[in-house]
């Protein structure tokens, strides 16, 4: 089943503009992650927040964690052609697995 | 070092064919996952391995498929009489893994770059 949600499933904007994505989960949870995939092929880590943070940075990206809410968001800020990916949130449940979303496709164009 | 590494990287058989993929996780990583990604879609988990054990496989599509993990280091992901619908790419992920009795504490996953499999 699918625990994470992301919206908007795409996402177009302009080179330098910010990029927010937005992710829902369901049940409670001991940490989110953050992934991002280009040409549907292997994944690359961004950010694990866990529950008990509000809100990590790494370079141009921001994430929040709001658990009253069950929302997460990726904000990606002054974006350039190479952030165009695929971006899937992730949740541990302790149950012993990643549950992903769908995903949001972003495209940046120059 | 060496990331996970997963072969082959591209694999075409014809229906009722078995097929066996490989995944290489990252040395040290106790922790390895297997996830199925068909056209324009999200991860399926499919199964995890803690050490050479498989707690969870209950993501396994059906019987034909099965998967093992030798040495706490190679896995091995094999189906067994393909079908059209078992075309997709095949993610393997490691990580480390802190485990408790009754509790699992994830860590970020690193991936393969995937086996894409076409059944024709």
């Known amino acids: 089943s699918q625990q994470g949600e992301e919206d908007p499933q795409a996402l177009s904007i302009q080179e330098g503009e910010n990029a927010t994505m937005n992710c829902s989960y369901k049940?409670?949870?001991?940490?989110l992650q953050w992934y991002r995939q280009n040409s549907g092929r292997g994944l690359v880590h961004l950010i694990l927040?866990?529950?008990?943070?509000r809100e990590k940075h790494s370079g141009r990206l921001r994430v929040t964690l709001d658990t009253s809410k069950k929302s997460s968001s990726l904000l990606i800020t002054a974006s350039r052609a190479a952030d165009t990916a695929s971006y899937f949130c992730?949740?541990?449940?302790?149950?012993?697995?990643?549950?992903f979303g769908q995903g949001t496709r972003l495209t940046i164009n120059p | 070092g060496a990331g996970v590494s997963q072969s082959p990287s591209n694999k075409v058989t014809e229906k009722g064919k078995d097929v066996e993929l490989r995944c290489d996780p990252i040395s040290g990583h106790t922790a390895l996952y297997w996830y199925r990604q068909s056209l324009g879609q999200g991860l399926e988990f499919l199964i995890y391995?803690?050490?050479?054990?498989?707690?969870?496989k209950s993501g396994l599509p059906s019987d034909r498929f099965s998967a093992e993990r030798t040495g706490g280091s190679v896995s091995t992901l094999t189906i067994q009489r393909t079908q059209q619908e078992d075309s997709a790419v095949y993610l393997c992920a490691s990580s480390l893994a802190d485990v408790s009795p009754g509790r699992f504490f994830s860590y970020e996953q690193y991936f393969g770059p995937g086996t894409r499999l076409t059944v024709t």
């Open positions: 927040i866990r529950s008990n943070e």
């Open positions: 992730a949740t541990d449940k302790g149950a012993q697995k990643l549950v």
């Open positions: 049940t409670s949870i001991n940490n």
């Open positions: 391995f803690q050490g050479n054990s498989a707690p969870d």
